[in-house]
C-alpha cells in the first residue's frame, strides 16, 4: 500500500486503455553483490556457520560458489510504481498487493542481465464500491540469449475503482490454493531483524512507508512495516531450509496470498503441508498470531 501525498487529478479508469497499456522493456544488470543483498535482506546468514545458507551469501573461495535464491526474480525488471502516474486512471492511495506467483522456467544465475516484458494481463470487477483486481505479468528474459528465465505475476486490488462494468477480462481470477485440513508435516521459525525492511528496501523497493515512522502513522501503522515481497522471500527460505537443505534447483514456482503486514523484528513460523510435489504453506508472525502469509503453494521438480 502506498501513501499519498497530493494525487493528481485524474479520470476514470478506462480497463481496455489499461489493458492495452504500453510498456518499454526493461533490461537489468544484477551483480553478485545484489543477490547477496537480496539474500541477506530475506534473512539468509543468521547464521554464519550454517553452509547451506552461505551459498546465497558468500562467492566462496574460488568466487564462483554463490548461488541465487529464486524468490530474487520478484525484484529484477520491476517497472516501477507506474499506477501512480495519472493517466492511468487508478486510485494507487487504495490499491492493495493481494498475490504473488512466481514460475521458474531456467535456472537464475547469480549474476547476469535480464529483459523484463510487462503487461496487464486482465482486469477484473468486482462492482461498485467493492474495487477490482488487476493483473500484472512479467516475463523475465536472459538479455544475452533471449531464454525465458521466469513469469512474475502479481494480483492487486484496486479498491477505488470498482463498478466500470464492460471493457475489463472474462471469468474470475485464480481461487485461493487450499490448504489441507490437517497438522502440518514441518513447522520452521525465522526471526526477523529489527532493521530487515531497511535492508530489504536497498534491493528497489524505496517506499517511504517501510522506513519513515512518521509515513508508516499516517497509514494508520504503528510503525515502518515489511514489504510483503520480503515476507513472501521469508518463507521461501523456510521451504529451503526445512525441506530441500539449501537445494534451490529443486524450487519450480510459488505463489503466497499476503494477508496481514509483517513489523520488523517478528518471529515468522511457517507451516508446510507436503503432497508430493505441491507444498502448502501459510505464515504466522508468532507474538501477534497474526497470519500473514496465506493460501501459499510452492511447486518442485
Not at 246 to 266: E, K
Request: proline share 7%; with cysteine.
Amino acid at each position: 500500500m502506498m501513501v499519498a501525498d497530493r494525487p493528481a487529478p485524474r479520470a476514470g479508469m478506462d480497463p481496455r486503455r489499461l489493458l492495452a497499456r504500453k510498456f518499454a522493456p526493461i533490461a537489468h544488470r544484477y551483480e553478485c553483490c545484489d543477490a547477496q543483498l537480496y539474500a541477506l535482506g530475506v534473512g539468509l546468514g543468521a547464521d554464519p556457520l550454517d553452509v547451506g545458507q552461505l551459498r546465497y551469501v558468500y562467492e566462496g573461495a574460488d568466487g564462483a560458489s554463490l548461488q541465487a535464491l529464486p524468490t530474487l526474480v520478484n525484484v529484477l525488471a520491476y517497472p516501477g510504481f507506474w499506477a501512480r502516474e495519472a493517466d492511468t486512471g487508478i486510485d494507487w492511495t487504495r490499491l492493495v498487493h493481494a498475490e504473488q506467483q512466481i514460475v521458474l522456467h531456467a535456472p537464475l544465475p547469480a549474476q547476469g542481465t535480464v529483459v523484463g516484458h510487462n503487461r496487464v494481463s486482465a482486469l477484473w470487477d468486482r462492482g461498485e464500491g467493492k474495487g477490482a483486481f488487476m493483473q500484472q505479468t512479467r516475463e523475465l528474459r536472459d538479455a544475452l540469449h533471449g531464454g525465458l528465465l521466469a513469469t512474475v505475476t502479481q494480483l492487486t486490488l484496486l479498491r477505488g475503482n470498482g463498478g466500470f462494468g464492460a471493457g475489463g477480462s472474462e471469468g474470475t481470477p485464480p481461487a485461493p490454493h487450499a490448504i489441507p485440513p490437517r497438522t502440518p508435516d514441518h513447522v520452521c521459525d525465522l526471526p526477523t531483524v529489527a532493521q530487515a525492511a531497511l535492508i530489504y528496501r536497498l534491493c528497489g523497493d524505496l517506499n517511504p512507508l517501510h522506513a519513515d515512522p512518521a509515513v508508516a502513522r499516517a497509514a494508520g501503522f504503528e510503525r515502518p512495516i515489511l514489504h510483503g515481497m520480503a515476507t513472501m522471500g521469508i518463507a521461501a527460505h523456510a521451504v529451503l531450509r526445512a525441506l530441500l537443505g539449501y537445494d534451490a534447483q529443486r524450487f519450480a514456482a510459488m505463489r503466497v496470498r499476503f494477508t496481514a503486514p509483517v513489523l520488523p523484528g517478528d518471529t515468522l513460523r511457517t507451516e508446510l503441508w507436503v503432497d508430493g510435489s505441491v507444498v502448502s504453506l501459510r505464515t504466522t508472525a508468532i507474538e501477534r498470531s497474526v497470519v500473514v502469509l496465506n493460501h501459499g503453494r510452492v511447486d518442485l521438480h
